[in-house]
C-alpha cells in the first residue's frame, strides 16, 4: 500500500515569514502531486499541482519535486492569517499502473500568527 | 454553475440502517472518487470510479458500496456492517488519471 507522508504539526510561523511544509511518498510510480488547503470543517481546495522535477511558482505559492528523493513540498512566502489551515500531499498514480488512485497525507496543520 | 454537489450536507443514521450519500457533477470529468475523513486524519480512499460502470475498491472499502451508471453520479451507501461510520465524507471527480481533483462539499454522517 503506497504511502504520503507529512509531518502533522502544527506548524507555526509570524506574519510575513515564509512556511514550509514536506511531504514525501513511498511509491515511485506516482506520477503528480498535489497540494490541497483544508479549512476547519470545510472540503479540501486544491492550491497546486506539479508534475515534473523542479519547481513550480503561483502567486505566494511554490511546489518543489524531487522524485529522485520521493519529496515534495510547498513553500508560502509572506504567511497570512488566513493562510492558518491544513495542508495536504496528495500522489496520484503507482507502481501497479493505477493511474486513478489518488492518495492523501494526514496534513499539517499551519497557524500563521499577526 | 460547474461543480459537485453532495447531498445532504448532514446525516443522521440509526444503528443498523443503511444511507445512501448523493455526489453529482456536472463538469464531465471521467473519474469520481469517495474519501472518508475521521477528526485529525487525513483522507482514506474508499471507492474510485474512472469511467461509467466501472468502480474499485479503495483502501477502507469494507462496509460500503458504490455505482456509476451515470457519468454524473456516483453514490456511496453506508451499509449496516460499517462498523464506525460516523465521519466527515468526501466526494470529489478529475477529468482523467494523474490530474487534480476537485471536491463537493461533504456530508457529515453522525450514527445516532
Known amino acids: 500500500q503506497k504511502e504520503v507522508e507529512q509531518n502533522s504539526g502544527p506548524l507555526s510561523v509570524p506574519e510575513g515569514a515564509i512556511a514550509s511544509l514536506n511531504c514525501t511518498y513511498s511509491?515511485?510510480?506516482?506520477?503528480?502531486f498535489f497540494w490541497y488547503r483544508q479549512y476547519s470543517g470545510k472540503s479540501p481546495e486544491l492550491i497546486m499541482s506539479?508534475?515534473?522535477?523542479g519547481d513550480k511558482e503561483d502567486g505566494r505559492f511554490t511546489a518543489q519535486l524531487n522524485k529522485a528523493s520521493q519529496y515534495v513540498s510547498l513553500l508560502i512566502r509572506d504567511s497570512q492569517p488566513s493562510d492558518s489551515a491544513t495542508y495536504l500531499c496528495a500522489a496520484a498514480g503507482d507502481s501497479g499502473g493505477s493511474n486513478y488512485k489518488l492518495t492523501f497525507g494526514k496534513g499539517t496543520l499551519l497557524t500563521v500568527n499577526p | 454553475d460547474g461543480g459537485i454537489t453532495q447531498s445532504p450536507k448532514y446525516l443522521f443514521r440509526k444503528e443498523g440502517q443503511n444511507v445512501t450519500l448523493s455526489c453529482e457533477q456536472n463538469l464531465n470529468h471521467d473519474a469520481m472518487y469517495w474519501y472518508r475523513q475521521d477528526p485529525g486524519q487525513g483522507l482514506r480512499l474508499i471507492y474510485y470510479s474512472q469511467i461509467v460502470n466501472d468502480f474499485q475498491k479503495g483502501d477502507i472499502a469494507e462496509g460500503y458500496s458504490v455505482s456509476r451508471e451515470k457519468k454524473e453520479s456516483f453514490p456511496l451507501t453506508v451499509t449496516s456492517a460499517q462498523k464506525n461510520p460516523t465521519a466527515f465524507y468526501l466526494c470529489?471527480?478529475?477529468?482523467?488519471?494523474?490530474?487534480?481533483?476537485?471536491f463537493g462539499q461533504g456530508t457529515r454522517l453522525t450514527v445516532v
Open positions: 470529489a471527480s478529475s477529468i482523467a488519471g494523474l490530474t487534480e481533483a476537485f
Open positions: 506539479i508534475y515534473s522535477n
Open positions: 511509491d515511485r510510480g506516482s506520477q503528480s
